[in-house]
């Protein structure tokens, strides 16, 4: 069975930072990608940050320089270092693992933990 449990959310003031956590199970994490996207009210959800099997980064003009995604294949968790935090970074963050295998794509999902930024 397949779990994503995200911790690390809450209320901060902008300009502060948060570390958001994802632990992984029931998954060969190490090859597979995985991301956090988050999602506000009334808003599409949105990719912030993805990480390959290979360690590579990628990140939206949004986020780019205040956010950070890395990963611990050993500890089978990848976290979401964020700085300089504004009231639009608002919003549930969930953690994404995905995975081609044979053509066919694989995608799991955790449940989300809200991050609320005050102005």
């Known amino acids: 069975q397949v779990q994503l449990v995200e911790s690390g959310g809450g209320l901060v003031q902008a300009g502060g930072s948060l570390r958001l956590s994802c632990a992984a199970s029931?998954?060969?994490?190490?090859?597979?990608?995985m991301a956090w996207y988050r999602q506000a009210p009334g808003k599409q959800r949105e990719l912030v940050a993805t990480?390959?099997?290979?360690?590579?980064?990628n990140y939206p003009d949004s986020v780019k320089g205040r956010f950070t995604i890395s990963r611990d294949n050993a500890k089978k968790t990848v976290y979401l270092q964020m700085n300089s935090l504004k009231p639009e970074d608002t919003g549930v963050y969930l953690c994404?693992?995905?995975?081609?295998?044979?053509?066919?794509?694989?995608?799991?999902w955790g449940q989300g933990t809200q991050v609320t930024v005050s102005s």
């Open positions: 990480i390959a099997s290979d360690g590579t980064t």
């Open positions: 994404n693992a995905h995975r081609r295998i044979y053509g066919r794509d694989y995608d799991y």
């Open positions: 029931g998954i060969s994490f190490s090859l597979n990608a």
